[in-house]
């Protein structure tokens, strides 16, 4: 627990209040164990309350979504949008369609993106949305008509100035296009309300790399800082083979890595001559998890059912790259057993509280989402300024401004981490790097 009596009672304040929120609560646990280091030195988050106020969302928006399935049955859902922190700038984070949705889930992802918002340097807020409305086996017709009901509430309370939504799980350009060409008959506005949109549509080239670029661009820093050494001929394994997963992987590989493994939640994939990225791409096409069907084209590959089984493949570098809490305990120590020595987190909060300290207990060079998997957030920012100045740059000039505020991270959470605890410790670090722009701002604005 803290040493900190402000934050232990702030905690537990937040832990009665929201006891059924599971997600939420580890996201502010880590948070506040970084923030332990700071309270002290820093008298005025404890006099104007930041914490009790940077815990609390300053809206959640809830709504119903009704439509009318293939069959002519209507269907129910349940949809919110938490918009956390608008200190810096606009609302600002993804929408994700999926069955667990809720607000635990929702609070847990606008939480952790106020601070990541923060790191990229870019004026945005933190929000995040989504619905308990699973993509999977919809038609292309039943998607559009959730999408157009899901906008009719939404609307109103998303804008350019005010709430710029994206992607997250279960929402890709295709649902952006239909959710952003709802908006804009409704308003009768074409104006950048969406981010990841298809390019056509006024999207930033480079930003469906961006997430997975991002994360390896995040990591050579490190190897970079920590090693001075490079991706060449490392041993990586990445779970996911989505939208950060699969570009991850691509640019590890790009970079001289060889990834040895990938997972869906079909199962793992262990080929030892390197994964077969473009096989990936075309099975894809058919259905969304596949890695079942890699051994028809590479019977030399190794498939485990289990998606949990990809953290006892040996390894130099994992790279988490799927969902929440995906690495327990258990699974770090076999990671660490077998030879690995860095974790990057692609997807957000995938690996457990005590699971992050035994990594940092050990040495493992440790780098947190909210810093490691920012490209993503980062170049929808980038899509906001081309869309607001009516241009468009160039998927060179896209990457190249991606690799710098990726090094801005890393610089700004290693030096944090430097100034406060005197190691370089990201966890650490990329909290409060992230934290102290908002809090600046929040004392700035006064009591709101
Ligand atoms: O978790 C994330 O950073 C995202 N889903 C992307 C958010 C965004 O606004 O691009």
Redesign the pocket.
Known sequence: MFKSAYLQRVYAEVSQRYKDQPEFLQAVEEFFDAMDVLVEKEPNIEKYSIMERIVEPERIIRFRVVWTDDSGKIQVNRAMRVQFNSAIGPY???I?FAPNVNESICKF?GF??TF?NSLTGLP?GGA?GGADFDPTGKSDQEIMTFCQSFMSELYAHVGPNYD?????FGVGAREIGYMFGFYKKIVNQWNGVF??KGIASGGSLG?SEA?GYGVCYFAQEMLRAYRNDTFQGKRVIISGAGKVGWMAAQKATELGAKVVAMSDIKGVIHDENGIDLGLILRLQKQSPAVMDQYRQTHPEAIFNPDPKSIWTIPCDIAMPCATQNEIYLPSAEALVKNGCWMVVEGA?MPTTLDATRYFVDKGILFAPGKAA??G??A??GLEMSQNAMHLNWTFEEVDAKLKQIMAGIFKKADEASMKYTGTHNLVIGANIAGFMKVYQAMLEQGTL
């Open positions: 600002k984070g993804g994700r992802l952790e993106q990541k945005m995040k710029v939504p994206a992607g997250d981010t990841s930003r997430t957000n998997n920012a993503g957030v170049v929808s």
